[in-house]
Antibody, heavy 117, light 106 residues
């Protein structure tokens, strides 16, 4: 059974940093691209960042480019999202998702990030 | 950037109804489109990939169609457990979700 378990969320002040993790199990992590997708309270889904299986290809939404860094450790089956210079508009539930070709076949339950003073 | 416009934003239907949700892309996305279902308080779930391919385990009452810029998700006979918000998603150029369609029971 595929499991994706996010952690590292919480309440953080504007301008500060936070690092999210997503521990994967039930599949060969190093074979799949991974993504972060977020959902602001009461809003729709927003793609945030994508990383290929070997970290060769990395992409970011314009809204987070230059502030967020996606990375992965295939030896630890873990995906990361380093978030810096956080803003109130980054407040959201952050999901990690396993990608098969273009589609998100598995999702975690999400981790909440609240940016507020 | 490609914009994805879903309609309607809210849909009220009765059990047994045939339901159609539309998604229009701002440019040709070459059928590189998925549909996701998100029930209240849950993570999204892949329903349909590459326009018309049913994900494993998804009931056959769900189907997808379309080409070019216009795509449709159809539920042939609405069931109570289908109450959810539905999102289209394109991955032809960049990655963009539609704004969502909230499906309610009448």
């Amino acid at each position: 059974e595929v499991q994706l378990v996010e952690s590292g969320g919480g309440l953080v002040q504007p301008g500060r940093s936070l690092k999210l993790s997503c521990l994967a199990s039930g599949f060969t992590f190093s074979n799949y691209g991974m993504n972060w997708i977020r959902q602001a309270p009461g809003k729709g889904l927003e793609w945030v960042a994508s990383i290929s299986s070997s970290s060769s290809y990395i992409y970011y939404a314009d809204t987070v480019k230059g502030r967020f860094t996606i990375s992965r450790d295939n030896a630890k089956n873990t995906l990361y999202l380093q978030m810096t210079s956080l803003r109130s508009e980054d407040t959201a539930l952050y999901y990690c998702a396993r990608r098969n070709y273009g589609s998100y076949v598995d999702w975690g339950q999400g981790v909440m990030v609240t940016v507020s003073s | 950037d490609i914009q994805m416009t879903q309609s309607p934003p809210v849909l009220s239907a009765s059990v047994g109804d045939r339901v159609t949700i539309n998604c229009k892309a701002s440019q040709n996305i070459n059928k590189n489109l998925d549909w996701y279902q998100q029930k209240h308080g849950e993570a999204p779930k892949l329903l349909i990939y590459y326009t018309n391919n049913l994900q494993t385990g998804i009931p056959s009452r769900f189907s997808g169609s379309g080409s070019g810029t216009d795509y449709t998700l159809t539920i042939s006979s609405l069931q109570p457990e289908d109450v959810a918000t539905y999102y289209c998603y394109q991955y032809n150029s960049g990655w963009t979700f539609g704004g969502g369609t909230k499906l309610e029971l009448k």
